[in-house]
């Protein structure tokens, strides 16, 4: 800071600092923890780098590592899985921003270039994992592979990107609930969200602090986060006892649907059809029945697999 600034204007310059680092704290008061300053990029030669992507981009290697040594352990060909993560990770992004932009065109109809921007969020998960699944069988058609036995091994891949990829939204100040003073509430200033996804019940108890003001919500993001984690676990452990080729990935869809069902209900920037029916609530409910019902038939009619 230049020595010659008079001393009113070095107070409004560290003001002005106190205040913006303020307004990117995220705090979680029931659990003790005080974020004093989280950003939502870092810069690289003038270039900014959204942390939303960063933290998708780990989520993918990761699913796609874990893939693979599922892969290496059943005794599969792991170039098959990488060849079909290139093409699984550009269509589905593609698909999760198509489904999210379709069911928010009023934000998108006045700025159609805005449609390409992702960095600041705007990924919908059942987008990406419908785009993914017919990508899975056009590969496996062209390989000649069960598509059942790639369902199974890359959802492992899958579920393991979306449990980190939700973290994405903590950094995006978005995908959380109402009012809560349970345990994992979590607390945002009201400036650093989104004012569309504030609603009156968050308002009521509002906080304001050293003239910010600061709302509390139910982190969704963090619930669907730990969904997915004791999900994953489940399925490691079963995957040597299933059934049938796809058993596995029947009972992601079932558990992820379930858990996505009680999540979304919680939310408050849900996509929602034009009755204001929340679109993953409906496509949560239809997941959980399809995939019950070809989890009993599955089970009736195929041959059980040789275990390896």
């Not at 973290?167 to 349970?182: H, L």
């Not at 919500?217 to 969904?227: A, G, I, K, N, R």
């Amino acid at each position: 800071m230049p020595a010659f600034l008079p001393i009113w204007k070095v107070i409004s310059i560290k003001k002005k600092e106190r205040e913006k680092e303020m307004h990117r704290t995220i705090d979680f008061p029931n659990l003790g923890i005080h974020l004093k300053s989280v950003g939502d990029h870092i810069t690289v030669f003038g270039f900014d780098i959204a942390y939303y992507g960063i933290v998708i981009g780990i989520g993918i290697l990761a699913g796609l590592m874990l893939a693979v040594m599922e892969a290496k352990r059943t005794h599969q060909n792991v170039e098959d899985y990488y060849d079909l993560a290139i093409y699984g990770v550009i269509f589905s992004i593609i698909g999760a921003r198509a489904y999210y932009v379709i069911f928010s065109w009023d934000m998108y109809k006045d700025d159609i270039k805005s449609i390409i921007n992702i960095r600041e969020g705007g990924l919908a998960i059942y987008g990406g994992v419908i785009t993914a699944i017919i990508v899975v069988f056009i590969f496996a058609k062209i390989k000649k592979i069960s598509p059942f036995l790639l369902f199974d091994t890359g959802g492992f891949g899958l579920i393991t990107g979306q449990m980190i990829g939700r973290w994405g939204n903590f950094f995006n100040r978005e995908a959380f609930g109402e009012y809560t003073n349970g345990l994992f509430a979590m607390r945002l200033p009201v400036d650093a969200v989104r004012s569309s996804d504030i609603t009156d019940l968050m308002r009521k108890p509002m906080e304001t602090v050293d003239g910010v003001s600061y709302i509390q919500v139910s982190p969704t993001y963090l619930y669907e986060s730990m969904w997915c984690f004791a999900l994953l676990i489940l399925l490691l452990l079963y995957r040597r006892h299933k059934k049938f080729q796809g058993e596995v990935f029947l009972m992601y869809l079932f558990g992820y649907g379930v858990g996505r069902f009680w999540i979304e209900g919680l939310r408050t920037d849900q996509l929602q059809f034009f009755n204001g029916v929340a679109v993953s609530q409906v496509l949560a409910a239809v997941l959980v029945v399809v995939s019950a019902v070809l989890l009993v038939v599955g089970r009736k009619k195929v041959v059980p697999i040789e275990q390896k």
